[in-house]
């Protein structure tokens, strides 16, 4: 049973330890009409919703309109509830729905407006002081207002699925979207929040003389296209630069982080009990004659009151009831401090292998193979993708094995186009493809590019070091996220290839946001799983910086069996993704290749579009 905690004041974090969401037990009981039930489902899932409608709104005035609207809604309508075990994932559908609605009730920039703000609900500014957030959580936090209004809602579901509260599954349900296009929607918002944090920093740090001229004009209100300029100066400017460097995976940074608690203005309420049904409690609540009463407690009591009444006046069908909020004399005291994120996992370091494998070379020409339609994918990751080469069925085989993005080693995606819900990142893949013409054709392409292809190797780019460096400046001036040139092998090591690149890099001021390795084992063993995982992190330890896997795989290329047994690529496959999955530090992953047809039936995944290999089936399966 319920019971307040013994101090009003003990902070949020007490509390939600001594509530806690409740169970499937509370929730069947609650839709029996049991008043200490709904008494727990209210108190429990009250500081969810806020948080939900809270982020979406960023401290618009109605955002306690809108949770008080999802919690009538909830308990209006809880005897339709057919599977108690899933109220959590109904209760949030509903509160992304109440979000959306008051969204299409105003026009789209009313949110963001400061004259409609409520100044004790900047929602930004209450995560800060109620979970003491500082140094780059902090950072984060404020970034959140430089995003744009359509990634809002979902970044609300996102940071609570980044910090425990949800699941990806309940997203997916919530939001609308298939699980594929959730994954995809969820990475470019997060790419967004990448450059809003960048923004913030350098903002908050010390920044150059044409930063300062270049705002001027700005009115001091977070907006896309403010965001678009600064993020655009900083990429650009040696000394602002530094604003993209050592940040922090986000997922790492909100792992653990507390629901943000009830604001001050939550924690008072006057209610009113109205004879009669539930319908229409809210439209007629200004004009019945109720008996009135006013909480002048504590949050915590006014809420079990609050629940008391909703119990026996809408569940119990009693009467309607309706309250409303003012702000209390006190405030809630903060939470305790957030603690620290978890290091990332360490492996031992495998010895880097010397791959060398014939590719397809970009081309020009443009087709367009129609696919037979692919079955709904179960299982998506927003860091699962695929290396593709043309051939027939791609683009179903991209839809079924559940990728939410993919590249070609082109510029373009005129060779293999995709479904429209999957990204296309395209690449410079060597030396002669850094023209202007080219990088005009990456950039109408997205927002990330791959750099240079194996440029170690001599059949692939063969690049050295200085003619990469030399041409890099003209990837960084497409203002897109850039991604390293992927060595075939030694990334972790001393001296090598991408060492010197990474050090050039830095000691010339050039821009390298991410780093792409190649990978291919000759181990078919169980083994093969660690030593692949051991090096990614190697590499990880070595620049600390987010890691893109674009191609990796089990192929022997010196010796035989050249290629794994089914049973071995899928052992292999299985152990790899997992360990993927769960380094927050990797941000894409693409298995070599999606194709199974001609020279690589041996080692890929898709015959054509709906016939995947035994790999293949277990890649779908994967994230």
């Known amino acids: 049973m319920w019971a307040a905690p013994v101090s009003l004041c003990s902070g949020y974090t007490e509390w939600r330890d001594m509530v806690g969401q409740p169970d499937t037990a509370t929730v069947v009981a609650a839709r029996a009409g049991d008043p200490v039930a709904v008494d727990r489902l209210v108190a429990g899932y009250l500081p969810l919703v806020y948080t939900i409608v809270g982020r979406a709104l960023e401290g618009h005035a109605d955002v306690d309109d809108v949770v008080q609207e999802v919690m009538l809604r909830v308990l209006r309508n809880l005897g339709e509830l057919r599977d108690p075990a899933a109220f959590r994932s109904w209760l949030v559908a509903i509160t992304v729905r109440q979000v959306r609605e008051r969204f299409r009730a105003r026009p789209p920039a009313d949110p963001l407006d400061p004259d409609l703000r409520d100044p004790g609900a900047d929602f930004t500014d209450l995560a800060i002081t109620r979970l003491e957030l500082s140094g780059q959580r902090r950072e984060t936090a404020e970034a959140t207002r430089w995003l744009d209004d359509d990634n809002r809602e979902l970044l609300s579901l996102w940071w609570l699925e980044a910090s425990g509260e949800l699941t990806r599954d309940e997203i997916v349900e919530a939001s609308g979207l ?36 270049v705002l001027m004009g700005w009115d001091g209100r977070p907006s ?12 650009d400017c040696r000394l602002c630069a530094p604003a993209w460097q050592n940040l922090v995976e986000a997922e790492r940074l909100l792992a653990g982080m507390a629901l943000i608690p009830l604001r001050p203005g939550l924690a008072l309420f006057k209610i009113n009990t109205i004879g009669g049904t539930a319908t229409g409690a809210v439209s007629t609540a200004a004009t019945a004659a109720p008996a009135q009463i006013v909480a002048k407690t504590g949050g915590i009591v006014a809420q079990k009151v609050l629940a008391g009444l909703l119990a026996t006046g809408v569940v119990a069908g009693g009467g309607a009831a309706v309250w409303s909020y003012n702000t209390p004399a006190e405030p809630l005291a903060p939470a305790a401090a957030v603690a620290s994120p978890q290091a990332p996992p360490a492996s031992a370091a495998a010895p ?11 081309s020009p020409s443009r087709t367009s193979p129609s696919a037979p339609a692919a079955p709904p994918v179960t299982n998506a990751s927003a860091k699962k993708g695929a290396a593709v080469w043309k051939f027939a069925g791609a683009k179903g085989a991209l839809k079924d094995v559940g990728a939410s993005w993919y590249y070609s ?34 950039k109408a392409e997205g927002d990330v590019l791959l750099g240079f292809n194996e440029p170690d190797l001599a ?6 070091v200085e003619a990469a460096l030399a041409a ?10 850039l991604v390293s040139p992927a060595v075939a092998f030694g990334g972790d090591t001393a001296g090598g290839w991408l060492d010197r690149f990474m050090a050039g890099a830095k000691s010339k001021g050039l821009r390298v ?10 181990d078919f063993s169980a083994a093969s799983v660690n030593q692949f995982l051991g090096y990614v992190d190697a590499v990880h330890r070595r620049y600390g910086k987010p890691i893109w896997i674009t191609e990796f795989g089990l192929i022997n290329f010196g010796g035989s069996p050249k290629y794994a047994s089914d049973a071995q690529k899928v052992a292999f496959i299985k152990g790899a993704t997992t360990g993927l999955e769960k380094r927050s530090y990797v941000e894409r992953y693409a298995y070599f290749g999606l194709p199974a047809v001609g020279d690589s039936v041996d080692f890929g995944l898709y015959r054509d ?15």
């Not at 969820?186 to 740090?205: C, S, W």
């Not at 890099?472 to 996220?481: D, I, N, S, V, Y």
């Open 472 to 481: 890099w400046p003209r990837l960084e001036a497409t203002g897109m996220k």
């Open 224 to 235: 896309a296209l403010w965001r678009k300029r600064i993020a655009r100066h900083t990429r």
């Open 352 to 362: 880097s292998p010397t791959p060398s494998v014939t590719r397809p070379s970009p």
């Open 513 to 522: 946001d991410a780093i792409a390795l190649h990978w291919y084992g000759s």
């Open 178 to 213: 298939g699980r594929q296009h959730a994954a995809v929607r969820i990475q470019r918002m997060k790419a967004q929040l990448e450059t809003a944090r960048a923004v913030v920093r350098a903002l908050h740090g010390p920044h150059c003389a044409d930063l300062a001229g």
């Open 409 to 442: 080693w082109s510029a373009n995606d005129n060779e293999v186009p995709g479904p429209a819900d999957v990204e296309f990142v395209p690449m410079v893949w060597g030396a002669a493809n850094v023209t202007d013409a080219t990088l005009k054709e990456v």
């Open 459 to 464: 059949e692939q780019s063969n690049m050295t």
């Open 609 to 623: 579009a709906d016939s995947p290999t035994a790999a293949g089936k277990a890649y779908r399966a994967a994230g």
